[in-house]
């Protein structure tokens, strides 16, 4: 059974950091995409940040760009969101979710491009 578990959410200030972490058991991620999503109160799912297999081939979307960064780390089976200069719209439930097979670029934003999520992590941004 595939099991995703984020951690590392928190009530943080503007201009804060948080790093989000994304614990996978139950299938190895080397070969595997891997995503963030978000979603703020009364809005749909957003996707945030996404890697392929390559650790270096990543993508975030504009609203967070050079601001957050996705990695991974092949060999702990964990996927990392690490999030700086927070704003208060950046107030969410963040989700990891995992991916089976290789997406386009076009379709990493599409929910059912990922095949595993986790429960999500609260992250609230606020004076």
């Known amino acids: 059974q595939v099991q995703l578990v984020e951690s590392g959410g928190g009530l943080v200030r503007p201009g804060d950091s948080l790093r989000l972490s994304c614990a996978v058991s139950?299938?190895?991620?080397?070969?595997?995409?891997m995503a963030w999503f978000r979603q703020a109160p009364g809005k749909g799912r957003e996707f945030v940040a996404g890697?392929?297999?390559?650790?270096?081939?990543?993508y975030t979307t504009n609203s967070v760009k050079g601001r957050f960064t996705v990695s991974r780390d092949n060999g702990k089976n964990m996927g990392y969101l690490q999030m700086n200069s927070l704003k208060p719209e950046d107030t969410a439930v963040y989700y990891c979710?995992?991916?089976?097979?290789?997406?386009?670029?076009?379709?990493?934003?599409?929910?059912?491009?990922?095949?595993?999520w986790g429960q999500g992590t609260q992250v609230t941004v606020s004076a």
């Open positions: 979710a995992l991916g089976t097979g290789s997406p386009i670029v076009s379709s990493l934003s599409l929910e059912s491009t990922w095949d595993y």
């Open positions: 139950g299938r190895t991620i080397s070969t595997l995409p």
């Open positions: 890697v392929k297999r390559g650790p270096s081939t990543t």
